[in-house]
């Protein structure tokens, strides 16, 4: 052979020899007990897919030995499906189609509709009430389960009895299952947050049962709306349901049960006695435009504690009014300390009243604690209009000595210009004494001495009183009438002592049946049950 022809036969097999390698390597590859090709399923596997699969078939694995690992490693298209001769703890038959609701195989497990969920509420507390937002949120571990009756169960597998793959009957599951698995499209009613509770992953989780059931759990926080009617604020009690229901189906189709578990001794203070109990038979169904829809869930009963409010809003308003009643016995003559006592209480229980109402929810009307808190400010505006009329009675028209005109003019003739006497001291020119002046008072800079001036005193109006000049603190001499009789002057004194004695014993038994009839109205009957 030339070399020529050497050289063509070697670039021949040398171009050849990839595709022998690859040749050989199809043909010594392992065979997988279904005939697929090991190799050839990881190319068309993506990572995630892979990483499924080995959690899924961790349990597989222990019970029949690490090489079956490796033959349940399956493609996109045919996750957790059953396989020929593979061993299996679950899965689902070939024709599974995620789309197709359970109850349309119901004939498979010898059952008629409705479908029944089962829901479990593991309730760790009650963690916010906002009164102003009308929302409940609460802190629980929600499950819900479902009957899947295409499943393909092998009771013969250990793991339905061995603890380390989960309890009795059931092994657990990632939650990346749920992917390839229908589940139910659910409807919380009333739902302003949903929020799901991560730590390093999200808490969830899924659990097969021998039965066929499937149950998926996840650690929540929810909110939501509850209608409140704060009418009776701070003696409030309130109903706030928790319903979760088919986003879809109707009650013909599907049905529902639940129950929860609550330790109160976990639940943190809160402005509310809290108490849950189970959903009432009249909330089970949800009338929508679009069908009537099966609910379950539970309610949770509030009741605001009261003690805060009666110590720092009742106790005070009650302890001014009675306060106030102190005022009654004072001599109306005492203006500034009666009128300052009044005054003082009227604005204090303003400031309290304008605080109250800042701090309190939006109520349909005038709500509890803004009712008591008008009627103390109206007794105690009672009394200071009480008062008024007091010193309307009392009142005396006193007349100028002079009007302005004659001042004026006596001012500017020099009319009165002092006068020099004996003794070097100067005084006024003493004019005529009237009895007018004699009623209103003759300053004391006036006369020439402190003694009552000698003047002749009119005759009295009154026959039955005598008269003399007496000297008041204000430096005036005035006339005093001493009447012999009653005349309508005493008559009138005696009408504001007896004003005064009335509004006293009125007062207490007014105020206390206001309060009887007040406790006894937003008492509710159910409040026992949170004592």
């Known amino acids: ?79 957790c499906r059953c396989k020929v001769n593979t061993p299996y703890v679950w899965c689902l038959p070939a024709d599974y189609n995620q789309e197709k609701h359970p109850f349309s195989y119901f004939y498979m497990v010898n059952r008629s509709l409705p479908w029944d969920y089962e829901f479990r509420f593991v309730i760790e507390e009650i963690s916010n009430i906002n009164d102003k937002a009308q929302t409940m949120s609460v802190s629980m571990y929600f499950a819900v389960s479902w009957l899947e009756p295409r499943l393909q169960i092998n009771e013969s597998a250990v793991e339905w009895y061995e603890d380390r793959t989960g309890p ?28 799901r509770q991560r730590v390093l992953k999200e808490m969830s989780g899924v659990r097969i049962r021998k039965n066929k059931t499937i149950n ?106 009675i306060v106030s009643w102190v005022s009654f016995l004072i001599k109306p003559e005492v203006v500034p300390g009666r009128m300052a006592l009044l005054v003082t209480l009227f604005l204090v229980l303003i400031n309290i009243f304008n605080s109250v109402r800042e701090q309190a929810p939006i109520s349909s009307r005038l709500n509890a604690v803004d009712l008591y808190l008008v009627v103390c400010i109206f007794l105690v505006f009672g009394a200071l209009l009480e008062y008024a009329v007091i010193l309307l009675l009392l009142k005396k028209r006193r007349k100028p000595r002079r009007t302005i005109d004659e001042g004026l003019k006596n001012l500017f003739n020099g009319e009165a210009q002092p006068l020099e006497t004996g003794n070097g001291r100067r005084q006024r020119k003493r004019e005529p004494v009237s009895e007018d002046d004699l009623e209103n008072g003759i300053p004391l800079e006036d006369l020439d001495h402190s003694s009552p001036p000698d003047l002749p005193l009119p005759q009295p109006k009154n026959r039955n009183s005598h008269q003399k000049m007496k000297l008041n603190p204000a430096g005036y001499y005035t006339l005093e009438h001493t009447f012999k009789n009653e005349d309508m002057s005493a008559h009138k004194q005696a009408l504001c002592d007896n004003i005064d004695a009335w509004t006293m014993w009125l007062s207490p038994p007014i105020f206390l049946a206001f309060n009887l009839v007040y406790w006894i109205t937003y008492r509710h009957v159910d409040t026992v049950e949170f004592l």
């Open 1 to 79: 052979m030339s070399r020529k022809g050497k050289m063509n036969l070697t670039f021949v097999l040398g171009s050849a020899a990839p595709i022998l390698l690859i040749f050989l390597s199809l043909v010594v590859a392992p065979v997988s007990s279904d005939g697929g090709l090991y190799s050839a399923q990881l190319a068309t596997s993506s990572p995630r897919d892979q990483d499924i699969d080995l959690v899924h078939d961790r349990s597989t694995t222990a019970s029949y030995g690490p090489n079956l690992n490796e033959a349940t490693v399956l493609d996109t298209n045919s996750v």
């Open 168 to 195: 009795q009957d059931q092994v657990n599951e990632s939650p990346e299952s749920l992917k390839y698995i229908w589940y139910p499209e659910l409807e919380i009613y009333g739902l302003e947050l949903f929020g």
């Open 216 to 321: 998926y759990e996840l650690g929540v926080r929810i909110t939501i709306s509850c209608r409140m009617n704060f009418d009776d604020y701070p003696l409030d009690a309130h109903t706030c349901q928790f319903q979760v229901g088919s986003y879809y189906d109707t009650f013909e189709t599907v049905t529902c049960n639940s129950h929860f578990i609550y330790d109160a001794e976990r639940q943190r203070s809160l402005q509310h006695f809290i108490q849950i109990e189970d959903l009432p038979t009249r909330y089970g169904l949800v009338n929508l435009p679009s069908g009537k829809y099966a609910a379950c869930g539970f309610q949770v009963r509030l009741q605001r504690k009261q003690m805060q409010y009666i110590v720092q809003v009742y106790l005070p308003t009650s302890l001014f009014v």
